[in-house]
Each structure stands twice: as C-alpha cells, then as structure tokens.
Nanobody, 130 residues
C-alpha cells in the first residue's frame, strides 16, 4: 500500500523559504515518480513539480521554475521540495503524490496525473505573509 507523509509546512514571509518533505513507504521507490501539487482555498489543484525515483529526472510548473527545487534521497525514500523566494500566491495546502513510473512517462503527463489521480497522503499547509 502506497503511503505518503508530507511535512515541513508552516508560516513564512514573502521572500522567505521553506523545505517540504515527503516520506514514502509501501512501494519500491525507484519504480515510482513522486510529485507535489497544491490547493489554495477556493481554487483548483495546481501541479507544482515531480521527480522520477529511478533517475532523478525532474519537471516543474512554469510558475515555480527558478524558485522551487525538487530532490530525492532514495536511501531514505524521501522527496524534498525546497521553496525559495516565496510569495503570498504560494499559500496553499501542499500534497505529495506517487505514481508507478516504470513506463517512464513524460514530465507533463506525470505532473497532471499526480495532481488529479495520484496516490496521495495528507497535505501540509504553507502560509506566506506579505
């Protein structure tokens, strides 16, 4: 059973940073892609970034490129999202999700799938004040 635990959210000021962690269990980490999506109150889900567990290939939504960095520690079955230069528009609940990626899907497809259909855990709240 896929289990994911997101953590690391909190309160940050605009221009500040946070690092989210996603601890994974119940599956072979290298066979999966793990990604982050977010949902702000009253808004639709937005895919943020994803990474392949097998080779570390990563993909980012345009609105986080240059600010967020996704990485993985396969020995710890954990994915991280380093978020820099935060803005109030980044305020949302952030979720991590996983999908079997042995087929090696494209980053675009993976992020869309993870956002809408991926196995996910509870989210972590990120609040950015102006």
């Amino acid at each position: 059973e896929v289990q994911l635990q997101a953590s690391g959210g909190g309160l940050a000021q605009a221009g500040g940073f946070l690092r989210l962690s996603c601890a994974a269990s119940g599956f072979t980490f290298d066979d999966y892609a793990i990604g982050w999506f977010r949902q702000a109150p009253g808004k639709e889900r937005e895919g943020v970034s994803c990474i392949s567990g097998s080779d570390g290939d990563s993909y980012y939504a345009d609105f986080v490129k240059g600010r967020f960095t996704i990485s993985s520690d396969n020995a710890k079955n954990t994915v991280y999202l380093q978020m820099n230069n935060l803005t109030p528009e980044d305020t949302a609940v952030y979720y991590c999700a996983a999908k079997d990626n042995r087929v090696k899907y494209s980053g675009t497809y993976l992020l869309r799938f993870l956002t809408n259909f991926g196995s996910r855990g509870q989210g972590t709240l990120v609040t950015v004040s102006s």
